[in-house]
């Protein structure tokens, strides 16, 4: 036996990831590690004795590529004998329309095409090939955005329906056995690209660290997550234990006992509030430290005080307490405004007059640094510029990454009255700034190759 094979049967067996007589679909991209999962648990089959499947996902981003790495599956699976099937979705049109990134797009629809499968198949478990060096990057990436146990925990070996076999194996481990074995491999080149956080950390940040700080730098990031998972599942009971003394359900939300929640240890206080934010929006996704920090903040606060969280949440300081509670937006309707020609002038009641201008780049002229002037480069605008106000699916282009707006409005503190009233001079779904506002987009930033300067200048009305 492969000692690869053996040594992921060992931990199988360990942990008892995957029970005897087990049908599993494995997740089959046509990588190096989906690859070797495939062809591990053919080496198991017998051992363990496995029924399997293979599930590929078409995602249409590569073309021709893609579909190339359709065919060699499925000719690799008709070689074994093993049932395969196959997803295609427009991927990139899935992201557009619900305004994600293309990453976040193709993962959701690839795990509910695994769960398709799974259920069609009548099996037992989906198979994924998640990495020890997934996890790593996975820790560091959660790391500088900001995370808490949760996030440091890495990626779960199980969840639900989903194993992950390969989670303590080096990718350089994968692609050895890949060669020992003579098994081809596809490459997907938009993994080498470094336009995502994600490629930039596998490409950049964990070889540096391996050859520079410590060669298993890896291996001791993953053993650093695997005891943030158990220190987090143990916060988690704490936290949930406390909240059946000091949280109730009101109308809209919930309410935490201000004198309760002072007495718990910071690390209890900032998992029972990330578990409240969650039970009063239905899910816990794009609930972040931010979030919880800002709710924390309340409690040492004056009554009457309030947060805008994700999900039309809010939390409100009362007497003795603070409310987590459903508000409804209350957004005026109000007109998109667009500007096809300049010099233009727009006045915005309560806020004051826009004025825009248009004219030659002169390079030694000084790039204004006032909130209440912008300077952008207009040739690098797709559309008819607009002043309107926010909608969903707006984000901006902070140094070189896609971001949402609400997430910026919040990082920066902008006031919720202020983020409503505000308009917003926006390029299609990307918003180039808020006049009066601190930030400006970087997509849109005067550079040495600026031909046309669009001055964007507020004239606030007299408070």
């Given at each position: ?122 099996a037992d478990l989906i198979a994924v090939a998640h ?233 030694k002229a000084p790039v204004p640094q006032n909130m ?92």
């Amino acid at each position: 036996m492969d000692e690869l094979i053996r040594k992921v049967y060992d931990h199988i067996r360990e942990t008892d990831l995957i029970p005897e007589g087990s049908y599993v679909a494995a997740g089959v991209s046509g990588g190096a590690d989906s690859m070797c999962l495939l062809y591990v648990l053919i080496g198991l089959q017998g051992l363990l004795h496995l029924r399997l499947a293979a599930v590929h996902v078409n995602h249409q981003v590569r073309g021709g590529e893609a579909l190339e790495d359709q065919r060699y599956v499925e000719q690799i699976c008709r070689d074994h004998d093993i049932p395969c099937r196959t997803f295609t979705g427009n991927v990139p049109e899935m992201a557009k329309e619900r305004h994600l990134t293309e990453e976040e797009a193709g993962r959701i629809f690839r795990y509910a095409c695994f769960e398709k499968a799974r259920r069609q198949l009548g099996a037992d478990l989906i198979a994924v090939a998640h990495n020890l060096d997934d996890v790593s990057e996975t820790v560091l990436l959660n790391l500088v955005r900001g995370s808490g146990l949760k996030g440091l925990s890495g990626i779960p070996e199980k969840r639900g329906a989903v194993v992950r076999p390969l989670l303590t194996v080096r990718r350089s481990e994968i692609e050895a056995f890949d060669r020992r074995c003579g098994i081809a491999w596809r490459t997907d080149r938009t993994n080498l690209e470094r336009d995502y956080a994600r490629n930039r950390i596998r490409l950049d940040v964990l070889p540096y660290l391996n050859r520079y700080v410590n060669s298993r730098a890896a291996e001791h990031i993953a053993k650093a997550a695997a005891v943030s998972a158990q220190a987090a599942a143990y916060v988690e009971r704490q936290a949930a234990q406390a909240a059946e003394k000091i949280v109730r359900e009101i109308p809209g939300g919930l309410e935490i006992d201000a004198d309760g929640f002072v007495q718990l240890d910071g690390a209890l206080q900032r998992e029972l509030l990330h578990q409240c934010i969650g039970r009063a929006a239905g899910r816990m996704k794009d609930i972040e430290a931010v979030h919880i920090e800002m709710t924390a903040g309340l409690f040492a606060g004056e009554t009457g005080r309030a947060v805008d969280l994700p999900y039309h949440l809010q939390a409100q300081r009362s007497y003795g307490c603070v409310r987590i509670v459903k508000v409804q937006e209350s957004r005026e309707e109000a007109a998109d405004i667009s500007v096809e020609t300049f010099p233009a002038a727009v006045c915005l009641p309560g806020i004051g007059t826009v004025r825009m201008r248009l004219f030659p780049y002169d390079k030694k002229a000084p790039v204004p640094q006032n909130m209440c002037t912008k300077w952008i480069d207009y040739d690098k605008m797709k559309h008819i510029l607009i002043l309107r106000k926010r909608r969903s699916g707006d984000y901006m282009m902070i140094a070189g990454h896609r971001k949402k707006l609400g997430r910026v409005l919040i990082d920066d503190r902008v006031p919720r009255n202020v983020r409503e009233r505000a308009y917003y001079a926006a390029d299609g779904d990307c918003i180039i700034c808020m006049p009066g506002g601190r930030r400006l987009s970087s997509s849109y930033m005067v550079t040495e190759e600026t031909q046309r300067i669009l001055e964007i200048r507020l004239e606030p009305d007299p408070s």
